[in-house]
């Protein structure tokens, strides 16, 4: 192992960041938060699972089919999806535009390592904050592991990775909107815009549905629900990694200070359409994996198995409005289970209004038409069981017959959070103000 | 001749900062940049060292004009005024620039003691008054590699025995070969300190050469180094 004095400048630069990191007040801020952040969470998420798995004298039947994702482990990690749009902004904000501030810039820049590899410095030491922040959400599952719960690895794994993206997204963002600005409040401002924009966009797409529905699925909460629901997708992961490097990328080339302005606008230009291409490509890769143990982005294995033998092309209109609760209900709960089974369905959404309400006596509203192999077949129902009815009857298939084995049951657990209290608002706040004391006292 | 500085242009919107600006820099030597406040001290030295971009100008280097990875190889720019990684201990940082900056590790001990840096070692650069990371910076600057090194304002902030204690480390440090490109507008301290001078007023070389040399150009032989900066500026 090289001595300190001949390692790589890549080495040295990452002590460099990490030790910035380190003096970074609004890092210490965001570790002390997460404990009691997580711990309003997990402590409501545990008494109500307990709730209904019969704590108290309350009934049991419901908790029979909770699943612990749903239940504890969504809510619970929502703290980290709280602490990225509002924290972690700052600390990367921090992080970046405090060479600028200082100076240093001036100094690295005459060093002849890639503004890329010094932006990826910082993001990787950002990354590594980022892991050590998740901390207290996760030793909520040695917590739930004591009461005697039950752990499923896969799904835990894919929630963790989906807040990872979900960080390296703000980590992008603000890297980019600090390199791109001239002062730390001004990138602050662009990236808390950005990310309120992508909420509008969340909600003009569940107005007017069609491509702006299909980008607000993109957008970093939609993201992290998906992950929430232990559905890892291909294209959603490729796109976020996508972003991700186009920011840091994009703050790469506004670091170079010595590069006229009208070129590195050129260039960030030509990354933007790079960057617009390659989401576009990846939008329509299709493979995903329901990491969930209840299975719950995914039909029955049986009725998978059942709609892999049908292979004509399939396709779907349906004459509801984007803010109909019954598009709503048939999109989440069918149809989007139904792509994963059969990719090269087609779906088309009919309506002449947004909200649906003045449509609802006109004809053909609330229809669902299936048309397979040149058959077609027209129904209202909008459950799962309903659009796999209607599929079998069109393709000639016979539904397969229901098997006990296959439903999820669920882990009920009636224990109260015991601990959970001490640990998240005391021990994790105790130990990251005594870690901020520490370090600010060694460094000073 | 080390390098050639030609044609250097650089504009802020309407106003001009530098034109046409050219000159040359012998090796070992200590070349003092001189201008009033506003002559465009600070932006030529950015754009010589590639940290601000130049409008046009090139500079050669054995004839051959050097691109931005050479310039970087052969020049290294100490600003005035910044206080770099400010929450870290001077220590750590002279390490660092030795290695991320590539410096030379050997020196580190020396210049220590040559700009009385021990005291201050344990201390964060935010911390530092004005002189003391003026010293530090000094440090920094004759830590690295590059055989030219080009400091802006190197006696800002400090005392009259710390200025002249710092004038002797630098004639020290030309003395064994680096070439010491520096920005003073004191002209008293440029005269004590530097070989040759460039003249730069209003963004333009108003004259380059040793004080006969200027005090000829100016037809003031027995000028000093202010009179003929009057005189020509």
Request: proline fraction near 20%; charge should be neutral.
């Given at each position: 192992m090289p001595s300190r004095s001949v390692a790589s400048p890549f080495r040295w630069l990452l002590e460099k960041e990490w030790r910035e990191l380190l003096v970074s007040r609004s890092w210490w801020i965001l570790l002390i938060v997460m404990g009691p952040l997580a711990g309003i969470s997990f402590i409501g998420a545990v008494r109500a699972y307990a709730e209904v798995s019969g704590l108290n004298g309350t009934s049991a039947g419901v908790g029979e089919a909770l699943a612990p994702l749903a239940g504890v482990w969504a809510p619970t990690f929502s703290a980290c999806e709280l602490v990225a749009v509002f924290l972690l902004p700052f600390v990367a904000i921090r992080m970046v535009a405090g060479d600028r501030q200082s100076g240093a810039l001036k100094l690295e820049l005459q060093q002849n390592l890639s503004p890329a590899v010094r932006m990826a410095a910082k993001a990787l030491v950002l990354l590594g904050g980022w892991v050590l922040a998740m901390l207290p959400p996760l030793s909520a599952l040695l917590l739930w592991k004591f009461y005697g719960g039950t752990l499923y690895p896969p799904e835990l794994a894919t929630l963790i990775v989906g807040h990872i993206l979900n960080a390296g997204l703000t980590i992008g963002l603000a890297a980019a909107m600090s390199s791109f600005t001239e002062h730390p409040s001004t990138a602050a401002i662009l990236t808390l815009t950005v990310t309120v924009g992508t909420w509008i966009l969340d909600i003009f797409g569940a107005v007017e549905g069609g491509l702006w529905e299909r980008a607000a699925g993109y957008i970093p909460a939609a993201l992290v629900s998906q992950f929430e629901h232990g559905l890892w997708r291909l294209d959603t992961t490729l796109i976020a990694v996508v972003l991700i490097a186009a920011g840091l990328l994009l703050a790469a080339i506004w670091m170079r200070l010595g590069i006229p302005v009208r070129r590195r606008a050129w260039e960030s230009a030509a990354l933007g359409v790079l960057a617009a291409a390659a989401i576009f490509a990846c939008a329509f890769v299709t493979p995903s994996w329901d990491n969930s143990e209840a299975r719950?982005?995914?039909?029955?294995e049986a009725d998978e198995r059942a709609l892999r033998h049908i292979h004509a092309p399939l396709q779907i209109d349906v004459h509801l409005a984007p803010q109909d609760g019954r598009r709503t209900e048939l999109e989440r709960q069918a149809l989007s289970k139904l792509r994963r089974a059969m990719p090269q369905v087609k779906v088309r959404y009919i309506s002449s209004t947004s909200i649906g309400l003045f449509e609802q006596t006109a004809a053909g509203y609330g229809e669902i038409w299936y048309h397979l192999g040149g058959r077609r077949a027209m129904s209202r129902v909008t459950t799962p069981e309903g659009v796999l009815e209607s599929i079998y009857s069109l393709a000639n298939v016979t539904p397969p017959a229901e098997s006990g084995d296959e439903i999820f049951r669920g882990h009920p657990l009636a224990a109260p959070p015991k601990g959970a209290g001490t640990l998240f608002y005391g021990v994790w706040p105790g130990v990251f103000l005594a870690g901020a004391i520490l370090v600010r006292r060694r460094f000073k | 001749m080390l390098l050639e500085v030609d044609g250097f242009c650089k504009r802020f919107g309407r106003i001009p900062a530098l034109s046409g600006v050219g000159f040359h820099v012998e090796t070992g030597e200590l070349l003092g940049l001189i201008g009033p406040n506003g002559a465009g001290k600070t932006t030529l030295f950015e754009c010589l060292a590639g940290v601000l971009p130049s409008d046009s100008g090139v500079i050669r280097s054995g004839g051959a004009v050097l691109d931005a990875r050479a310039r970087r190889n052969l020049l290294f720019y100490v600003p005035d005024g910044i206080a770099p990684w400010p929450h870290q201990a001077v220590g750590w940082v002279l390490d660092y620039v030795i290695g991320f900056l590539g410096g030379r590790a050997e020196l580190r001990d020396e210049l220590i003691a040559q700009l009385d840096l021990a005291a201050l070692l344990g201390q964060t650069v935010g911390t530092l008054s004005k002189g003391q990371r003026k010293r530090v910076l000094l440090a920094i600057g004759l830590l690295t590699a590059q055989p030219v090194l080009l400091i802006d304002e190197p006696f800002e902030g400090l005392d009259l025995r710390q200025a002249r204690e710092i004038a002797a480390a630098l004639r020290v440090h030309a003395a064994r070969g680096r070439t010491l490109f520096l920005s003073i507008h004191q002209i008293g301290d440029a005269a004590r300190l530097c070989d040759r001078f460039v003249l730069l007023s209003g963004g333009r070389v108003c004259g380059e050469g040793t004080v006969p040399q200027l005090a000829a150009t100016a037809k003031m032989p027995e000028g000093d180094l202010e009179e003929v900066f009057l005189a020509l500026t």
């Open positions: 719950a982005n995914s039909f029955p | -």
